[in-house]
């Protein structure tokens, strides 16, 4: 394989991966072809780039979440909340009138369920999540317990022998959080823990 440095190709295998490197990134592109008539369906065409993304880690990613839930058995009355709000809203599902009912917090924690820093802190209120629970690729990965360079082997064991890259930053990877909303029962607060 090969990785982008600076516009040059260079083989991987003489340059080591550490941190700081390059990461897998596929962009795609809708593009007009004014080479095919308008007529055929394949006047549009899609462009693929692939290229090494430099300081992955370093790059920040913002969440925003929310939740809406029933609080009748006919799901006629719901409470509404999201991340950033400065409150959670209570009301009929189909109407306009709504009362304020409380606040969310998010609180962000590892897999062992002890508090996790993302962008300086592990409890995000809605006043400082007003532009997204905001941190670096590198931070949400630690709470996960990995980093890029982390051996994909030692995250599945029993998986089968063929090939694997040796560090998630070459072989790419899925990142999924669970988020699980909690509330006191008048709705004064909603907790939600990632």
């Known amino acids: 394989g090969?990785?982008?440095?600076?516009r040059t190709l260079i083989p991987r295998a003489t340059q080591p991966v550490y941190r700081g490197?390059?990461?897998?990134?596929?962009?795609?592109?809708?593009?007009w072809?004014?080479?095919?008539?308008?007529?055929?369906?394949?006047?549009?065409a899609l462009r693929q780039k692939t290229f090494f993304l430099e300081n992955p880690e370093d790059q920040f990613i913002s969440i925003f979440h929310g939740f809406e839930v029933g609080s009748l058995e006919d799901g006629s009355w719901v409470a509404r909340g999201v991340s950033a709000g400065n409150h959670i809203t209570t009301g009929p599902a189909m109407g306009s009138e709504r009362s304020v009912g409380g606040d969310m917090v998010t609180r962000i924690v590892r897999t062992d369920g002890s508090s996790c820093l993302v962008g300086g802190r592990s409890e995000w209120t809605a006043a400082e999540s007003q532009l997204g629970i905001k941190g670096t690729l590198e931070e949400w990965l630690a709470c996960a317990g990995v980093t890029l360079d982390t051996n994909p082997r030692a995250l599945l064991p029993d998986m089968p022998q063929p090939p694997l890259s040796p560090h998630l930053r070459t072989m790419?990877?899925?990142m999924q959080i669970t988020l699980d909303y909690h509330n006191s029962r008048?709705?004064?607060?909603?907790?939600?823990?990632?």
């Open 2 to 6: 090969f990785r982008m440095n600076h």
């Open 21 to 31: 490197s390059f990461f897998h990134f596929t962009s795609k592109t809708r593009f």
């Open 33 to 44: 072809d004014p080479t095919v008539p308008a007529k055929m369906t394949g006047a549009h």
């Open 186 to 194: 008048v709705m004064s607060r909603v907790e939600c823990t990632m």
């Open 172 to 174: 790419g990877f899925s």
